[in-house]
């Protein structure tokens, strides 16, 4: 069975911080990690994704996210926030042994950017 | 490049009535999949469709959901009766045949059951 934690519902940070948006696992075999991000009234649009090779991914918007196999972790982070990232993000997995390329969803965090 | 498109975007009916969504994904879009998004929670898959045939149907309420793609392109899904707790954001997303999970997601359906 997989699943995804995303231990923190929301995150407050000042602009111009860095920010980090936690995210943990559990899969069977190796996972397939990613990150996606829902503004309000829209659907979701992906940011990056971990398949294999460098654990750091960069991707979209100037995120980027560590992928730790014996945390068992796939953080986001960011250096500095701008109040237009504040969001809904979710984490998501697949476990590459599965045939299936449908992703398993954590219940979001809210991030807020403040000016 | 069009994205997935989804409508209605917004739906409120009784409960114990019927519903049906549509969504057509992007152009050589062989994968499509139908989310339900509850009011604070992360999406869940429905229904996985591989061209016109079903890949995963393990999460959907079969007593009252139904769906399908019968020409391998755009797809409905169906409730009825719906009853209160259906209430949610349906999502459908596509993405090409193999692809590593990069799913392109509509703007959803808010489905409101009073």
């Known amino acids: 069975a997989q699943s995804v934690a995303q231990p923190e519902d929301q995150v407050n940070v000042a602009e111009g911080n860095p920010l980090t948006v936690k995210c943990t696992y559990s899969?069977?075999?190796?996972?397939?990690l990613f990150w996606y991000v829902q503004y309000p009234n829209r659907g979701l649009q992906f940011l990056l994704k971990?398949?294999?090779?460098?654990?750091l991914v960069k991707g979209s918007y100037g995120f980027e996210a560590e992928f730790n196999k014996s945390q068992t972790s796939f953080h986001l982070k960011k250096p500095s926030a701008l109040v237009s990232d504040s969001a809904l993000y979710f984490c998501?997995?697949?476990?590459?042994?599965?045939?299936?390329?449908?992703?398993?969803f954590g219940t979001g965090t809210r991030l807020t950017v403040i000016p | 490049e069009a994205g997935v498109a989804q409508s209605p975007r917004y739906k409120i009916i009784e409960k114990r009535q019927s519903v049906a969504f549509w969504c057509n994904p992007i152009?050589?879009?062989?994968?499509l999949y139908w989310y339900q998004q509850i009011l604070g929670q992360g999406p869940k898959l429905l229904i996985q469709?591989?061209?016109?045939?079903?890949?995963?149907d393990s999460q959907l309420p079969k007593d009252r959901f139904s769906a399908e793609r019968l020409k391998g392109v755009d797809s409905t899904l169906k409730i009825q009766p719906a009853k209160l707790e259906d209430s949610a954001v349906y999502l459908c997303?596509?993405?090409?045949?193999?692809?590593?999970?990069?799913?392109?997601f509509g703007e959803g359906s808010r489905l409101t059951v009073l």
């Open positions: 469709f591989q061209n016109n045939g079903v890949v995963d």
């Open positions: 152009s050589g879009h062989a994968t």
């Open positions: 997303a596509s993405s090409l045949q193999g692809a590593n999970g990069e799913l392109f």
């Open positions: 971990y398949i294999t090779g460098d654990n």
């Open positions: 899969v069977s075999g190796n996972p397939y």
């Open positions: 998501a997995v697949r476990d590459s042994q599965t045939g299936a390329n449908n992703l398993f």
